[in-house]
């Protein structure tokens, strides 16, 4: 059988050998035309004059569009309408696009737009928390809250009580392939766009409006990607809209990529943030209540910031049960990039933050911060199957207030009935969500024990103690991260699986491909369904002509949502298959099995080539479409109350560093994880992902540092000045282990998303670096994000002088 085993990545041997095609190394006709962007050099202010005339007359320039040439007016926003894709009379930040220039070749395109004369009166420009917080910028009408108990009164009765505040950096995606877009013109009007995308409907939404035509009429079709971490979710949108309008312009093919600078001067990164903390706690580091003000850096559009934020406020509780707590919620309108989706989606700045004051508290008690993590968990879940479903909502849901909106979008809202209130007695997180199937307890004694947590403890205390120079530091944190996209719609797919008369099996689905393994999953699920090796089974392009109305790549539920879909499909056929057979045995279609690549009944067998040649022949289907909906979701985000989760995947790290006291250098020596992955669908392809995301979640915690000028120009935007973790920066020890247990909820085969989750396991690197940090002195230490040898330096005075 397939599920279940790690086998490796479908694409595997393409990818080592250069042989994998992505959307720039599709062969287009002769007379394809490439795309630049001419962007603004200023943050903020009106554009009084745009001579564009030497880019017209620059050598192999065919035509050049500016905002008022384009045909009908293109939005490539995912949300709020908010984002032109050129800018119309004012600029909003350092990198927007201002124009476009259509040429013969990539070169020519990029060397005329260097030929413009732009006059932009500048405006001072709004780039910081602070400047966002004293001219009141912002997104929504105010800040947001969610409220469990009384947290000023709990805070006020406890013993011991701590304020803070803990800078949390941004991050660039840096994608190994680049955004990237080609439009084929069709007859009729129609156009077909391969995108670089992890949301194949949206791109489609935004063409089809910005060409005036129909859905139907865009077919947009994705292979796949080289990599994205949510940076291809909306910010793919402006490659592919002007592609489509250049080709309606001009009549030919046009494709456009960017360029590494430009790609990181003009998309959205991680959203930093900054959070505010107080909290009262016992003599054994309980929380007995605590406060967030969380504020979130959005850039100049609204992108996905107000999900993106709300998923911070959901995660402030990471693995621990808060009784009284308030998160405030911050979202802040700057002139710079505007945020986007990230691995993780505003989940880890929500961990982080309370992953920092369990350090503090452990530091104020003087006691192992392991200690006080599990005196604060939730309790684990009993022995059990399953959870019971919640009450089903009240009555509909109101309209979106913008029947023009891209319903399939993230950044789409929506007000909900009032959820049912959860189970009495039920342990609830701070939006009030019933957590039955919590597991950390027993991960957490596991990986203490396997790792030797206590006894390197020791060790790292006894070497501190020898050494001025070089401090160590050890700490073990939990992840619990919600699966589910919290806009509740989006939890649906669908599936197109047909079965040929050779026995070949072509199958079809809405995820997209970028590198973590999502068609092998779901490809190794239709090969279990039907019992027929891998190798019959054909998974074609992500494309919107064959499965429509598809939610994004995202929010870690590829596998969960196409995995169910495809099961349906393949389900469908196969009772087809087993009712004709069973008829011509007088069996019961029950009886019938596949495995093995037969078809058996009785004593009976068939090979699988022949029950399909059999179905064929009686005129039996032999394609069907799937769909699935994720059950028991309900979730007002107004309100903060609901089930906004289907389960919780969850995971443990134990990390251990070193710091230079005298340079603030640091590495990993060591990392210990044990992650649940429910069931796994392929534990090799889950492995490589909680590798992957804990490296890219160290180097958002370490090395990334995002710069901007005071004039708001981004400084770190290319490798020279941009430092993503190298191969020399990873663990020189890693252990990873899967939890063995299945999920209690019904996913597919029991399994668990794994897609973001591992990256938070990254959090035990930086409350490591903090621990050796406090080695250095008795005052904490306070270390902010991402812990660059500066604030390494910074972190080791404060716990020496007690500076804040």
């Known amino acids: 059988m397939s599920v279940g085993r790690p086998i490796p990545h479908d694409a595997a041997v393409l990818h080592v050998t250069g042989t994998a095609r992505y959307v720039d190394d599709i062969p287009a006709p002769h007379d394809t035309l490439h795309l630049c962007f001419g962007l603004s050099d200023t943050a903020c202010g009106e554009i009084v004059a745009m001579d564009l005339a030497a880019v017209r007359s620059a050598p192999g320039v065919v035509a050049v569009l500016a905002a008022e040439d384009l045909p009908n007016s293109a939005d490539t926003s995912p949300s709020a309408h908010d984002e032109p894709l050129l800018a119309t009379g004012r600029v909003h930040h350092m990198g927007q696009p201002l124009f476009l220039a259509i040429a013969n070749s990539h070169l020519a395109a990029r060397k005329a737009v260097r030929r413009a004369s732009v006059e932009i009166r500048e405006e001072p420009a709004i780039l910081s928390i602070d400047d966002a917080l004293a001219a009141d910028s912002r997104f929504e009408e105010g800040p947001r809250f969610y409220r469990k108990g009384d947290a000023n009164r709990a805070i006020a009765a406890a013993p011991h009580r701590l304020e803070g505040r803990i800078e949390i950096g941004g991050q660039e995606h840096f994608y190994l392939e680049g955004q990237a877009a080609l439009a084929l013109p069709q007859e009729g009007g129609d156009m077909v766009v391969h995108t670089s995308s992890q949301h194949p409907t949206e791109i489609q939404h935004k063409v089809a409006d910005a060409l005036g035509l129909p859905m139907a009429a865009v077919r947009v079709e994705v292979r796949r990607m080289g990599g994205g971490f949510g940076g291809k979710e909306s910010q793919a949108n402006a490659l592919a809209v002007a592609c489509a309008v250049a080709a309606r312009v001009t009549g030919r093919p046009c494709r456009m990529r960017y360029d590494r600078d430009d790609d990181m001067v003009i998309t959205g990164k991680r959203h930093d943030f900054r959070i505010d903390y107080r909290a009262g706690y016992d003599d054994d580091g309980r929380i007995r209540g605590i406060e967030f003000r969380q504020f979130a850096r959005c850039g100049w559009s609204q992108d996905l910031s107000l999900p993106v934020a709300d998923r911070a406020m959901l995660h402030a509780d990471n693995a621990y049960l808060l009784d009284d707590v308030t998160i405030e919620s911050h979202r802040l309108k700057t002139n710079t990039q505007s945020a986007t989706a990230f691995r993780g989606f505003g989940g880890p700045q929500g961990m982080v933050g309370i992953e920092r004051v369990m350090d503090e508290i452990a530091h104020a008690l003087g006691c192992d911060p392991v200690k006080v993590r599990r005196a604060n968990y939730y309790a684990d879940a009993a022995p059990g199957d399953a959870a019971p479903a919640p009450a089903p909502l009240d009555d509909g849901r109101d309209a979106p207030a913008d029947t023009h909106a891209d319903l399939t979008s993230r950044g789409t809202t929506e007000t909900r009935g009032q959820p049912a209130p959860p189970p009495s007695g039920a342990q609830t997180t701070p939006y009030h969500m019933a957590v039955e199937d919590f597991v950390l307890g027993e991960m957490t004694e596991r990986l203490v024990e396997s790792a030797d947590y206590r006894g390197r403890r020791e060790q790292v205390r006894a070497w501190n103690a020898g050494n001025e120079i070089l401090k160590r530091g050890l700490a073990l944190t939990p992840v619990k991260f919600g699966i589910s996209f919290t806009l509740t719609h989006l939890n649906q797919a669908g599936a197109l699986v047909h079965v040929y008369q050779d026995g070949s099996v072509h199958l079809n689905h809405g995820g997209t491909e970028m590198g973590q393994g999502l068609f092998r999953k779901v490809s190794q699920v239709a090969a279990h369904r039907f019992g027929v090796p891998l190798e019959r089974i054909r998974i074609t392009a992500t494309d919107t002509g064959k499965v429509p109305n598809t939610s994004a790549t995202a929010a870690s539920s590829g596998s969960d949502l196409n995995g169910m879909a495809v099961k349906a499909a393949c389900d469908t056929i196969r009772d087809r298959i087993a009712r004709l057979i069973a008829e011509r045995h007088q069996a019961r279609a029950a009886d019938v099995r596949f495995g093995g690549d037969r078809v058996h009944v009785g004593g009976e067998s068939y090979g699988w080539e022949e029950a399909v040649r059999l179905a064929y022949e009686n005129r039996v289907s032999l394609s069907a479409t799937g769909f699935y909906k994720t059950p028991k979701l309900e979730w007002d985000r107004i309100a903060g109350r609901g089930r906004p989760f289907f389960y919780f995947a969850q995971g443990v790290a134990a990390t251990e560093v070193v710091i230079d006291t005298l340079t603030g250098e640091n590495r990993i020596l060591r990392t210990d994880i044990l992650h649940d992955c429910g069931a796994s669908l392929n534990p090799a392809v889950d492995m490589g992902q909680i590798e992957g995301g804990f490296v890219q979640g160290a180097g958002w915690l370490t090395t990334e540092e995002l710069v901007w000028t005071d004039k708001g120009r981004l400084a770190t935007h290319a490798p020279s000045t941009y430092k993503i973790p190298a191969c020399s920066d990873r663990p ?59 604030r390494v330096l910074a972190a080791v005075r404060r716990a020496r002088e007690g500076a804040r």
């Open 732 to 790: 020189r020890v890693s252990n990873v282990s899967l939890w063995d247990g299945r999920n209690r909820e019904d996913t597919i085969y029991r399994s668990k998303a794994v897609g973001e989750p591992p990256l938070m396991l990254a959090i035990s690197v930086l409350m490591a670096l903090s621990d050796a940090c406090a080695a250095c002195g008795p005052h904490y230490p306070a270390l902010d994000a991402p812990a660059t040898p500066e």
